[in-house]
């Protein structure tokens, strides 16, 4: 192995960076050159690529957002597509190839590897639902962002005695929700994976107001509902006045967190051995505290669930679901 490649792809996170670093540093190393492709699979299909140096990857450690720009490419999706990125990567002599994304960039990453090209992934998305590794890059500094967001929201919620809903990321999953709820301590989170019921959850939140609570953080997940359908449907049952805030993108960005420099380190690192011994087809993932080989196949097939006692953790700490 000769030359490498490295791209991030998707809804970017804060570690891709870090990541990338990782890669780029280990793979020169190993007296790999290592090509970084820009705008993930739009950048192979347009050979349009950076040879990477090691000072190319200076000061980016704890830079959110990613140098090698994230793009989603839909020409990519396609059989033609993946045809023509594998030609192409064979014509700049790329022997292998890092994706670091989400769930849909590991399938294009698996699409590569079926039609013969090297590949290891990198989980790498705040939605942290990727099978296979217990925490994506970008979850930890994601979760410190929302957790700051609702800290500083809950300094005027008390001064004002309101109900704030505040919807949070997390296109089909709710575990930026249900974690934001137990390290903000809200009074109840909306996530997909749980049914909820509205007038329940209005019954409670009105019990707690007549107890004196004068205040109240209610979190939603976007892939559960939007902040303003559970406003309308509850404004008028719960005692509060409320309002509404509604994250967004300040949830991808940001100076990266100690946790996710560390695991983007080690993941980018053990991505490059992977492929150095021959691997091919496999996420590195992190699984109870180790770093492990994930194969695409699992990935591909498997769902991440939630961890159904982060519901009973959040019930019995007072969290209404
Ligand atoms: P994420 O990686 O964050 O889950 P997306 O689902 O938007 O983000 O996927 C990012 C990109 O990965 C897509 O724009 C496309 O280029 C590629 N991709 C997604 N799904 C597939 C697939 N089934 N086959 C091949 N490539 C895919
Ligand atoms: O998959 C990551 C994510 O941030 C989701 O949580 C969110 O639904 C989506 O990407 C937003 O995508 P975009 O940046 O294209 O609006």
């Not at 809200?186 to 049914?195: G, L, N, R």
């Not at 053990?270 to 505290?289: F, H, P, Q, R, Y």
């Not at 180790?290 to 519901?311: N, Q, R, T």
């Amino acid at each position: 192995m000769k030359r490498i490649g490295v791209l991030t792809s998707g809804g970017d996170s804060s570690g891709m960076n870090a990541a990338i670093r990782a890669v780029v540093r280990a793979g020169i190393d190993k007296g790999l050159e290592v090509y970084g492709f820009i705008q993930g699979y739009a950048g192979v299909l347009d050979k349009h690529y950076k040879v990477m140096e090691s000072s190319s990857v200076s000061g980016i450690i704890n830079r959110g957002g990613t140098i090698l720009k994230s793009a989603r490419c839909e020409e990519f999706k396609t059989d033609r597509g993946q045809e023509e990125g594998l030609d192409t990567l064979r014509d700049l002599g790329v022997d292998g190839l890092v994706v670091i994304g989400g769930d849909g960039s590991l399938r294009g990453a698996n699409a590569l590897h079926e039609l013969g090209m090297p590949v290891v992934g990198i989980p790498a998305t705040i939605d942290n639902d990727v099978y296979g590794t217990d925490m994506a890059i970008g979850v930890d500094t994601c979760l410190n962002t929302i957790t700051w967001a609702i800290d500083t929201i809950k300094d005027t919620a008390s001064s004002h005695e309101r109900a704030f809903i505040i919807e949070v990321m997390g296109r089909e999953s709710g575990y930026l929700a249900i974690m934001s709820s137990l390290s903000c301590g809200a009074e109840a989170a909306i996530v997909p994976e749980f049914p909820y019921d509205l007038e329940k959850i209005g019954e409670k939140l009105a019990e707690r107001f007549k107890e004196g609570k004068t205040d109240s953080i209610i979190i939603v997940a976007e892939g559960a509902s939007s902040a303003y359908t559970i406003q309308r449907r509850l404004k008028n049952h719960i005692g509060f006045e409320t309002r509404i805030t509604v994250l967004g993108h300040i949830q991808r960005g940001g100076v990266t967190s100690v946790f996710d420099r560390t695991l983007a380190s080690r993941m980018g690192v053990e991505a490059v051995n992977a492929l150095t011994d021959g691997k091919t087809g496999v996420m590195i993932g992190l699984s109870k505290n180790k770093y492990v080989e994930v194969p695409f196949a699992d990935v591909m097939e498997k769902k991440k669930e939630l961890d159904p006692k982060l519901f009973d953790l959040a019930r019995a700490l007072g969290v209404i679901l």
